[in-house]
């Protein structure tokens, strides 16, 4: 999830307010009538064999305002003229008029594989019509073939699957068993994270945009080892000290444990300053507390150098929840644990009546294999590589880009006005933004300031995909 534009301020938030026409004042006279000269072709997509079937349902202004009347107001949307998708093939998307666009959000890091990829369809097409439903208190073996499949993905000891329906869920029971097993409720998180927006998810979510005015106790927030905007740049045992004296002067002595992405997604693309990871786990063991990787947007070959984001730290946690990416778009989540830690949960009864239902649980063992059998990690790896070289590079031309950051398809553009102050670029995000989809790409939006642009295309993007998302950025920032 993002930092979204709530419905009813849409139209004040992205009209570019008197703000941000004062600042385009600013820029000199020279460099406008540069720009004005400089005659530059709008950048052309890559060609794809697809064309999506006529679309004959209600239109954009029809649904938006079904939306308002009927769903919840708590829902936002991007861009000034809302986008009606209606249809989708592995990296693209086509709005209500047949236009094509190039995905690289990915539907908030969940579609891996590419939309509508026909093994995963057809996996979920096929299952559909055999069994859709039934309960975990039967045997049915998609459930039982997804757990080994998933289990033999993971290090050590981590082979006991719960199926949940969401990243949300995942973490509230990650957090649940970590303080069953431990007897201790204090859980340490970090400032800026972000695991859900239930209950306890909440309590270890840290920012003031995600959280409500109800209780959430037990969770401590550790400095954000974050090496842009950090105290500490990347020196990560410094940072790491916090999590000693959280524990030393705000607890027991003793925790359930310590909750953590590998990479911010909704913190916008933050990677944890290097050695930070291991240093918390041995401080948490310590504390006979458990470590619990948040794998559910950095997780499922999206960091390209490994299949898991905690890998890129060396460290092998106690439990591992996932979701988004799982299944590519189905509703499927999960916590993977040891036998030994998993035998908390019998002491009462835990079920789940959606969890691991056969629909869901055959479209992630697809997806697993489409993982496999299209190299979509080392895609990532090169692809990702590639791109951020650019991204990179376009840093070094615009003053606007204040840092380039993550790994394999799973990377961030923070907008500043000021590289020194690193004064947010909320307005300016806002256009280029909106400039790019008009182009005819698509990016997300994060970070607790709304200024950094979250890209997270499905795994099958490509060389020519990338080009023409850093010339599209380009020719936008260029205009400007």
Avoid at 98 to 109: C, K, T
Avoid at 176 to 190: E, Q, W
Avoid at 207 to 235: C, I, M, T
Wanted: proline share 4%; charged share 20%.
């Amino acid at each position: 999830m993002q930092r979204f534009i709530p419905a009813g301020r849409v139209s004040s938030e992205t009209k570019y307010s008197l703000r941000w026409w004062q600042r385009r004042r600013c820029f000199s006279q020279v460099a406008q009538k540069e720009a004005s000269n400089n005659d530059v072709v709008v950048p052309k997509m890559p060609p794809f064999d697809y064309s999506p079937p006529l679309y004959t349902g209600p239109s954009a202004a029809d649904i938006l305002s079904k939306r308002k009347e009927f769903l919840s107001p708590s829902l936002f949307y991007f861009y000034n003229k809302p986008l009606n998708v209606v249809d989708g093939r592995m990296q693209y998307l086509f709005d209500e008029n047949g236009r094509r666009y190039l995905d690289a959000f990915g539907g908030i890091a969940t579609v891996c594989c590419g939309h509508c990829h026909p093994d995963v369809v057809d996996a979920i097409v096929n299952q559909t019509k055999r069994l859709q439903h039934s309960t975990v208190l039967y045997l049915n073996n998609a459930i039982a073939d997804f757990a080994e499949a998933l289990a033999n993905k993971l290090p050590g000891n981590l082979k006991v699957v719960f199926f949940t329906n969401s990243g949300t869920e995942a973490n509230e029971l990650a957090m649940m068993i970590a303080r069953l097993y431990t007897g201790c409720h204090d859980i340490i998180s970090l400032r800026n994270a972000y695991h859900g927006n239930a209950a306890g998810t909440m309590g270890a979510t840290a920012q003031s945009n995600w959280k409500f005015n109800v209780v959430q106790s037990g969770v401590h927030h550790a400095l954000n080892p974050d090496p842009y905007r950090g105290v500490f740049g990347s020196e990560g045992e410094k940072y790491a000290k916090d999590v000693q004296d959280l524990i030393q002067f705000g607890t027991s002595g003793n925790v359930a444990g310590f909750i953590s992405e590998a990479i911010q997604g909704v913190g916008g693309i933050i990677e944890l300053a290097p050695g930070y990871l291991s240093s918390v786990y041995r401080t948490i063991k310590k504390a006979g507390g458990l470590c619990i990787a948040d794998e559910v947007q950095a997780g499922f070959a999206r960091t390209g150098s490994h299949f898991w984001g905690f890998e890129n730290h060396g460290v092998v946690p106690d439990m591992v929840t996932m979701a988004k990416g799982i299944g590519n778009g189905i509703p499927l989540g999960a916590v993977v644990t040891t036998p030994e830690i998993a035998e908390v949960l019998t002491r009462r009864s835990y079920f789940n009546t959606f969890g691991g239902n056969p629909v869901c649980t055959a479209a992630g063992l697809a997806v697993l294999k489409v993982i496999e059998k299209e190299k979509l990690q080392e895609n990532a790896f090169a692809v990702g590589s590639y791109l951020k070289e650019r991204l990179t590079a376009l840093k070094d031309k615009y003053d606007l880009i204040g840092d380039v950051r993550g790994r394999g398809l799973m990377l961030g553009v923070e907008l500043v006005t000021d590289r020194k102050l690193k004064t947010p670029a909320k307005l300016e995000t806002l256009h280029v933004m909106d400039q790019m989809k008009e182009i005819g790409v698509l990016v997300g939006k994060g970070g607790f300031y709304g200024n950094v642009f979250r890209i997270t295309p499905p795994l099958c993007f490509t060389k020519e995909d990338a080009d023409f998302l850093v010339d599209a950025m380009d020719y936008t920032m260029g205009k400007m």
